[in-house]
């Protein structure tokens, strides 16, 4: 840091605010952790500066047999960690990730049968401001008004009238656990690949406390920044039968050189999931959120579903009379950062909303436990109704970051 501070200042500066963001509140967004330093040394280190598109042993440069360590051993870790028969560790992020399976499995104009982005989907399941919307025939399913759960009677009608030729499980927003089987069953009666994307969740299923979608789907796409708590980038995890089609479809048909030091970055992270504290840390993340979902309840803040079985919560924010874009505004204002978020049957607008998504990766990793996360819950509900009340809720909102450091503090 002291070479970046003496040829760049004003980059130096960018980098120590960041830190000093994150320092000073409480990071609540459900899609963002604290990677480790040794994750951090990996991202930072001269594996960047190496080209080698194709894959270990069948590379289009010279010079690449260091850097094909680096990603044997970052699939060798994810095979492992999720007994997977092929894992491709190449993929830039969740959706060029996604992006490849579409490529393997499908061609532009086929349909595919999705969890609508306006009931916890993702852009990449149909958004018509997506490729997925745009090249390909999606037709979106949702949850039940009653209980705001995944309608599985409703998938497999979906499915049978139009017979899509992919069908997509997994959410940016669904709180509770997704029935593999179910889909697997559905998938089978129409004869249509199925895709599990666990963006969210591969962290807790890397962990083994929630079910594992590898058994039941044919292709596995995920984040690595996310709940695995690794660099930023994606990667993808299938059956033998399909291992050849998602390689092509990554390398060379949707991206080019691999970025070598997030591969590196990547095998740290799966070197550091495999260990047995792994496992604690993604229950702590439930046991946490489960916290945080029950005293927004008594705070008159209604978790949809009521509740989560994951790492996130949405809540529904209509008691308060408060609109998700303005909570978020009050929550930033008192040092709590989160996302406002679309309830399923929102009647406003995306850029609006009536919900918010409160994560609890990067409090756990801070080391906050479920007593922690009562006083969180509290202090979000009153930055939400007393905006006055900012400044005094900013202050303890610092204490109670600084008392949880991620990094090490050295200036
Ligand atoms: N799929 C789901 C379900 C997601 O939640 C996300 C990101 O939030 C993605 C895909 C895309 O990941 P990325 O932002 O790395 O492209």
């Not at 061609?107 to 390909?136: E, I, K, Q």
Request: net charge neutral; with cysteine; charged share 20%.
């Amino acid at each position: 840091f002291g070479m970046l501070r003496r040829n760049d200042p004003e980059m130096a500066q960018v980098l120590l605010d960041e830190l000093e963001r994150t320092r000073g509140g409480l990071q609540l967004i459900a899609s963002e952790n604290f990677t480790s330093p040794a994750v951090l040394a990996a991202l930072g280190s001269a594996l960047t500066n190496k080209y080698a598109e194709g894959y270990p042993g069948h590379r289009y440069h010279g010079g690449c047999e260091v850097v094909d360590r680096a990603e044997a051993l970052a699939v060798e870790r994810a095979k492992l960690l999720f007994g997977a028969e092929h894992v491709n560790v190449q993929p830039y992020s969740g959706t060029t990730a996604n992006l490849a399976a579409y490529a393997a499995l499908l061609r532009p104009g086929d349909t595919v049968l999705a969890m609508a982005l306006s009931h916890g989907g993702h852009l990449t399941h149909g958004s018509r401001s997506n490729f997925s919307g745009r090249w390909f025939d999606v037709v979106s399913y949702g949850v039940r008004r009653d209980t705001e759960l995944l309608d599985y009677d409703e998938v497999r009608d979906l499915a049978l009238r139009y017979r899509p030729k992919m069908i997509i499980c997994g959410a940016a927003a669904y709180p509770r656990l997704i029935d593999f089987a179910a889909f697997r069953g559905i998938a089978d009666e129409v004869g249509a690949w199925l895709l599990a994307d666990m963006a969210h969740t591969i962290g807790l299923m890397a962990g083994g406390v929630i079910p594992s979608a590898v058994p039941y789907a044919d292709v596995v796409t995920f984040t690595t920044h996310k709940s695995l708590r690794g660099p930023r980038g994606g990667g993808i995890l299938c059956t033998s039968e399909v291992a050849a089609r998602i390689d092509r479809a990554v390398f060379p048909f949707t991206q080019g050189g691999p970025l070598m030091h997030a591969i590196a970055a990547k095998a740290v992270m799966f070197g550091e999931a495999l260990r047995p504290e792994f496992a604690g840390y993604c229950a702590k993340m439930i046991a946490n959120c489960r916290a945080l979902a029950d005293t927004l309840a008594e705070e008159g803040m209604r978790p949809v579903t009521d509740g989560t079985d994951t790492h996130l919560a949405l809540v529904d924010l209509r008691g308060l009379g408060v609109s998700g874009a303005e909570a978020e505004r009050r929550c930033a204002a008192a040092g709590i950062t989160l996302d406002r978020s679309v309830i399923p049957y929102d009647p406003e607008p995306p850029t609006v909303t009536s919900g918010l998504r409160l994560g609890t990766p990067c409090v756990t990793t801070q080391g906050m436990e479920p007593s922690d996360l009562v006083e969180v819950g509290r202090l979000v509900a009153r930055a939400v109704r007393e905006p006055r009340a900012a400044g005094e809720i900013g202050e303890r909102v610092a204490a109670l970051s600084a008392a949880h450091q991620a990094y090490p503090c050295r200036r």
